[in-house]
C-alpha cells in the first residue's frame, strides 16, 4: 500500500531503458509514487509501453519536477489511469513526448521539455478498451518525429513509415475485415459422378463481385 512500485529507480541505477511492457491493474494508491518511481537517478529512456487501468500516487511514472533529469518518456498509451496519470520528471533534459492518455484521472505533465501529447479522446480509438488491446483503430494526431530506437512500436512497425507518426504505444497499420464474405449464386456445371465445378461470387475484396471455379472430386 505504500511504496509498492512496479519499478523503483529512487537511488539506482542510472540510464535504465523501460520499452514495449505492458502494465496491468497497476495501481500505487495509499499516498505512494508511481508505477515507475524515479527520484535520484537520471537518463532513462521509456518508451513504447502500455499502462491500462494504472496510476499512483504522484503521477504513473516519476515523483516530482525536481528529479529524473534526462529521462525521456516517448510515446507510450495510458488508458483508464486511475489516481494520478501523468508524468512527473524534472532536472535539465527531461522530456515529455507523443503520449497518448484517453480515459484517465488527472493527467498532469510535468517536464523540462514536453509536446505532441494527447490527454482526452474516446476509448474507441482502441481495437478492444474494455478487453485491454490499446492497438489503434485509426491514425492519430501526428507526433513528433524521432529517430532510432524511438521510431519503431513494440509490433515491429516503422513508425511514421505512412506520413504520420501516430501517438502512443503503437503506430497505426489498418485494421485487418474479419468480417466473412457473403457468399452468393452459386452454381454448378459439368456433374460427373466424380466430380463437379462450383462457382459462386462474393463480396469480398472492397465489395468487387469476383468469380470462382472449383473442381471437386469426391466418391
Given at each position: 500500500?505504500?511504496?509498492?512500485?512496479?519499478?523503483?529507480?529512487f537511488?539506482e541505477?542510472?540510464?535504465?531503458i523501460i520499452?514495449?511492457n505492458?502494465?496491468?491493474?497497476?495501481?500505487?494508491?495509499?499516498?505512494?509514487?508511481?508505477?515507475?518511481?524515479i527520484?535520484?537517478?537520471?537518463g532513462?529512456?521509456?518508451y513504447?509501453?502500455?499502462?491500462?487501468k494504472?496510476?499512483?500516487?504522484?503521477a504513473?511514472i516519476?515523483f516530482?519536477t525536481?528529479?529524473?533529469?534526462?529521462?525521456?518518456?516517448?510515446n507510450?498509451?495510458?488508458?483508464?489511469?486511475?489516481?494520478?496519470?501523468g508524468?512527473?520528471?524534472g532536472?535539465?533534459?527531461?522530456?515529455?513526448?507523443?503520449?497518448?492518455?484517453?480515459?484517465?484521472?488527472?493527467v498532469?505533465?510535468e517536464?523540462?521539455?514536453?509536446?505532441?501529447?494527447?490527454?482526452?479522446?474516446?476509448?474507441?480509438?482502441?481495437?478492444?478498451?474494455?478487453?485491454?488491446?490499446?492497438?489503434?483503430?485509426g491514425?492519430t494526431?501526428?507526433?513528433t518525429?524521432?529517430?532510432?530506437?524511438y521510431?519503431q512500436?513494440q509490433?515491429g512497425?516503422?513508425?511514421?513509415?505512412?506520413?504520420?507518426?501516430?501517438r502512443?504505444?503503437?503506430?497505426?497499420?489498418?485494421?485487418?475485415d474479419?468480417?466473412?464474405p457473403?457468399?452468393?449464386?452459386?452454381s454448378?456445371s459439368?456433374?460427373?459422378?466424380t466430380s463437379a465445378?462450383i462457382?459462386?461470387?462474393?463480396?469480398?475484396?472492397?465489395?468487387?463481385v469476383?468469380?470462382y471455379?472449383?473442381t471437386?472430386a469426391y466418391?
Amino acid at each position: 500500500s505504500y511504496h509498492g512500485e512496479n519499478i523503483n529507480l529512487f537511488y539506482e541505477p542510472d540510464d535504465a531503458i523501460i520499452r514495449y511492457n505492458k502494465f496491468r491493474n497497476a495501481f500505487i494508491g495509499g499516498g505512494s509514487t508511481a508505477v515507475i518511481a524515479i527520484a535520484y537517478t537520471t537518463g532513462h529512456l521509456i518508451y513504447g509501453n502500455e499502462f491500462y487501468k494504472c496510476g499512483g500516487g504522484n503521477a504513473t511514472i516519476g515523483f516530482n519536477t525536481s528529479m529524473g533529469a534526462g529521462t525521456k518518456v516517448y510515446n507510450n498509451t495510458f488508458a483508464g489511469g486511475w489516481g494520478a496519470s501523468g508524468v512527473s520528471i524534472g532536472g535539465t533534459g527531461s522530456e515529455v513526448f507523443n503520449n497518448l492518455w484517453i480515459a484517465c484521472d488527472a493527467v498532469g505533465i510535468e517536464a523540462a521539455s514536453q509536446g505532441s501529447n494527447t490527454t482526452s479522446g474516446s476509448t474507441s480509438i482502441f481495437r478492444d478498451y474494455a478487453g485491454g488491446d490499446l492497438r489503434l483503430t485509426g491514425a492519430t494526431v501526428a507526433g513528433t518525429t524521432f529517430g532510432s530506437p524511438y521510431n519503431q512500436d513494440q509490433l515491429g512497425n516503422t513508425r511514421g513509415a505512412d506520413g504520420t507518426w501516430d501517438r502512443g504505444a503503437f503506430e497505426y497499420g489498418g485494421v485487418p475485415d474479419t468480417t466473412p464474405p457473403v457468399i452468393s449464386n452459386v452454381s454448378t456445371s459439368s456433374v460427373t459422378a466424380t466430380s463437379a465445378v462450383i462457382a459462386w461470387t462474393t463480396d469480398e475484396a472492397a465489395n468487387s463481385v469476383v468469380e470462382y471455379g472449383m473442381t471437386t472430386a469426391y466418391g
